[in-house]
């Protein structure tokens, strides 16, 4: 039989505190040792109601809580806070005054800016264009607190200005008939034209810088690079240009009529043209390339080609996507779904883009041909498209161009300028530029009024331009 809590309570406590067990004042309590306090309320507890207990569970509780900003060192709390995301972190700052000096001390955001640079491709562009200083890792010098959160502001601002087309509108008057072709990066723009040439840019000053002569027809397509740009004409050739020097250095001769599109990435390229054939080309020296392969199957002129180091992907005027094995030249599949001639093509990962007569735009998967989803809003063929992982731009004969949500098919704004046929959309984080028959180009600017973030001294560094293919 056990001992009664009087009893066990006896055992427990000092002899000097036995006269005070009836009731103990609070200044006697408090000069007891703890573990006769401890007993001492084990026997109170022992003579109370669930209920009372309960509620003195609670009042336990609250005293047993503790407030690790106030205890932990400062490291250990930014490595905790660390694993919220930036909006969760800006509520922790509302707590108290000692949580906001420490959700909003410059470790934790400085640690956040890095992150967001190195894995997201929108704060990536915005550094990179705009001149959010790349201090060190270790760099005290500024407050990335606000530097974080001016950038956050504007990107949202910029991505609301995407949803309802709110953007700044520039264009350059070419002089040229009609503009078909554009490639641009940070500092200049090629474009091809309608009267046989080929014209180098200057973005800030919107003048051109050279002028590439040679071919016999329009230029329909082109692409560039650091060293060279290839072009194709309706002239039935491609040509390949020094870039430095806009010295033509070869001319590729083998299709029989109109070079419709062409694609190159590494040693490959890859042109297609009006005579229903693709050509894949190998380079074997500077700005010169050998025939790989002839790719025959299309029962129309081939208008748009594109590729990866797994599939050649054309689109023809026959109604079909032909997706071939790029190394061995086999046909894989054939996709069918167009009620129209197919104009225009992306091919990205493992979905395909395309625009067609028919008015739509459509999206299937690469590997299994099966129709992702088809969105309608134009009135005439569309002429150009590209998507990345947010949106789609495409451009139509309807002199319209209409941003979509990738993700949900959901048409966000309809831009209007152009007076003739879109020929040709390139787009990047920030911007669209368009090139129509009305012989203009258009540059659609969502990020126009960029306030400066950068700290007074600082100087943004930039990588090497990257042209947007």
């Known amino acids: 039989m056990s001992a009664s809590p009087e009893k066990a309570l006896s055992a427990t406590l000092c002899e000097q505190h036995l006269h005070a067990l009836a009731a103990p004042s609070v200044a006697d309590f ?7 306090k401890v007993a001492y309320i084990q026997t109170l507890m022992g003579s109370v109601t669930k209920s009372s207990l309960m509620q003195l569970s609670k009042f336990v509780d609250e005293h047993l809580k503790v407030d690790f900003v106030t205890v932990l060192p400062d490291e250990i709390i930014e490595k905790i806070f660390l694993h919220l995301d930036p909006k969760d972190v800006r509520n922790c700052a509302l707590v108290s005054k000692s949580w906001h000096r420490v959700a909003t001390s410059s470790p934790i955001w400085r640690a956040m800016y890095f992150q967001r640079v190195q894995t997201d491709e929108t704060w990536q562009e915005y550094v990179r264009v705009y001149g959010a200083p790349l201090v060190t890792r270790h760099s005290d010098a500024r407050d990335y607190f606000g530097l974080y959160n001016a950038i956050s502001r504007e990107l949202d601002r910029i991505k609301i200005n995407w949803r309802t087309g709110n953007c700044a509108k ?6 040229s008939n009609g503009v078909y072709c554009i490639q641009y990066d940070d500092t200049k723009l090629v474009s091809g034209s309608r009267d046989n ?6 973005l800030a000053t919107m003048t051109v810088k050279q002028t ?17 740009i290839v072009t194709g004409s309706s002239d039935a050739t491609a040509r390949v240009w020094e870039l430095a020097t806009g010295t033509c250095r070869s001319t590729l001769t083998n299709h029989a009529e109109s070079v419709l599109h062409l ?7 890859v042109t297609c043209s009006k005579d229903f054939r693709v050509i894949s080309w190998i380079r074997d020296a500077p700005f010169s390339y050998q025939v790989a392969r002839v790719l025959e199957g299309h029962t129309a002129a081939v208008n748009v080609v594109d590729f990866s180091d797994r599939y050649i992907v054309s689109a ?9 094995d790029t190394q061995t030249g086999n046909l894989e599949r054939q996709i069918a779904g167009h009620s129209r001639g197919i104009a225009c093509l992306h ?39 590209r998507f990345n992982d947010k949106y789609i731009i495409s451009g139509s004969y309807d002199n319209m161009i209409i941003v979509w949500d990738v993700q949900t098919g959901e048409r966000l704004a309809t831009l209007r300028g152009h007076s003739n046929r879109v020929f040709r959309v390139q787009f990047d984080q920030f911007k669209i530029i368009s090139s129509s028959q009305d012989d203009t180009i258009r540059i659609w600017d969502f990020a126009a009024t960029m306030p400066s973030t950068a700290a007074p001294g600082s100087a943004a560094t930039s990588p090497r331009p990257s042209p947007r293919v």
């Open 30 to 36: 408090g000069e007891w040792h703890e573990q006769c």
């Open 170 to 175: 520039r264009d350059i008057q070419c002089d």
């Open 197 to 202: 040439k080929i014209r180098v840019w200057d």
């Open 212 to 228: 590439l002569t040679g071919h016999l027809g329009s230029v329909l397509c082109l692409q560039y690079d650091d060293t060279q």
């Open 263 to 269: 694609r190159f990435a590494a040693d490959r390229l």
């Open 316 to 324: 023809s005027g026959d109604r079909t996507i032909r997706v071939w």
């Open 347 to 385: 091919y990205r990962g493992d979905r395909i883009l395309t625009g067609s007569s028919d008015e739509t735009v459509r999206m299937w998967n690469v590997d299994t041909g099966q129709l992702i989803f088809t969105l309608r809003g134009h009135t005439a063929l569309v002429r150009c498209l």
